[in-house]
């Protein structure tokens, strides 16, 4: 028995377009009930889309996987063990020359009965780059983005990957049960939580800061799924800190934009759609080293100098007036539920 798994310089705008892009936030107020929620929801779907030939993959995603996404079923009496994983994103090309802030996550199991080890992840289906900036087309007019994440379960636990600059800690452990159980809400959270969000953005660093929107990335899925394993019954502990990555923008209060045909096809903002085409510009994969170097000070003129970034996020635009310190990666402690 199986259980399957899916796999610019600010703005520069007319009137007539100030006008419209100011009722934007108001109409997004409407449809809200008149207040925005901070943070702004995650949006779910009701099933995964297909994937755009355009979108390829330097690595293919899941590659050890089944192919169409089985995870075992386990025997009640089985006992299984969960393990926490972590490893630097940048290991497998840089070694620890990084240092241990940017990991990447994941979740062990080890059946008692079997003796089968397994892994668990959610991760880009075409690398981070992607997810984080799109590809600016000449052919279309609308960035586009290959932003899917998925989750990926296969046999084995890489025991030197996790361990040697990361973790790799029994945490607890599950009945049978409680596994085949996790495996439905994976399926169920893999097929509605389709795409990859980088970026958490936050009005200040400090505790009281409030948050604009949440992230969706490995560590979120880790979070989830252990929040999901303590509900359906599983006691989780960890005899070291559980620090996560997170990558912060700061901001005031966000404008709302609209989607890609309220931007790209509004003769009134094609200033604003100009903008954005123009940010991510500067973000565009295959550059040489002098494009990569005068892009970083582009880059730089229009996050710090203009404090401008333009968020794409459940398939809308949004403006953020950024603020110091502007970016900052952070490796902070997220107790186990």
């Given at each position: 028995r199986v259980r399957r798994l899916p796999l610019s310089r600010g703005f520069n705008m007319t009137p007539a377009c100030w006008n419209l892009l100011l009722l934007l936030p108001v109409a997004?107020?409407?449809i809200n009930g008149g207040q925005q929620h901070w943070p702004v929801p995650y949006r779910r779907f009701d099933r995964r889309p297909p994937v755009d030939s355009y979108c390829e993959a330097v690595y293919p995603f899941c590659p050890t996987g089944d192919r169409d996404g089985r995870v075992p079923y386990m025997r009640d009496r089985d006992v299984i063990s969960v393990y926490r994983l972590q490893t630097p994103v940048w290991e497998f090309k840089y070694g620890d020359l990084l240092g241990k802030h940017i990991m990447h996550d994941a979740v062990g199991f080890s059946s008692a009965?079997?003796?089968?080890?397994y892994t668990m992840e959610w991760y880009e289906l075409f690398q981070l780059g992607n997810c984080t900036f799109p590809h600016v087309r000449p052919d279309v007019h609308a960035p586009f983005w290959c932003n899917q994440g998925a989750a990926c379960f296969f046999q084995g636990i890489d025991d030197l990957h996790w361990s040697q600059n990361g973790t790799l800690e029994k945490i607890g452990t599950l009945t049978?049960?409680?596994?085949n159980d996790m495996a439905q809400w994976v399926q169920d959270d893999n097929t509605t939580g389709i795409y990859y969000e980088t970026w958490t953005v936050r009005s200040e660093p400090g505790p009281?800061?409030?948050?604009?929107?949440e992230s969706y990335d490995c560590s979120q899925f880790v979070h989830r799924a252990f929040r999901k394993l303590t509900e359906l019954g599983a006691k989780l502990s960890s005899r070291s800190p559980t620090n996560y990555t997170k990558i912060y923008l700061y901001s005031g209060e966000p404008a709302f934009l609209g989607n890609d045909s309220a931007i790209f096809g509004q003769p009134a903002l094609k200033n604003v759609a100009e903008d954005i085409r123009k940010f991510y510009?500067?973000?565009?994969?295959h550059q040489s080293l002098v494009d990569f170097a005068l892009?970083?000070?582009?880059?730089?003129?229009?996050?710090?100098?203009d404090k401008s970034f333009y968020l794409y996020y459940n398939f809308e635009y949004w403006h953020l007036p950024m603020k110091p310190p502007y970016v900052?990666?952070?490796?902070?402690?997220v107790p186990l539920p």
């Open positions: 997004a107020q409407v009965e079997s003796g089968a080890n049978g049960n409680q596994f009281n800061a409030t948050v604009w929107f510009h500067a973000f565009r994969p892009s970083l000070l582009e880059a730089y003129e229009k996050v710090v100098l900052r990666i952070t490796y902070e402690e």
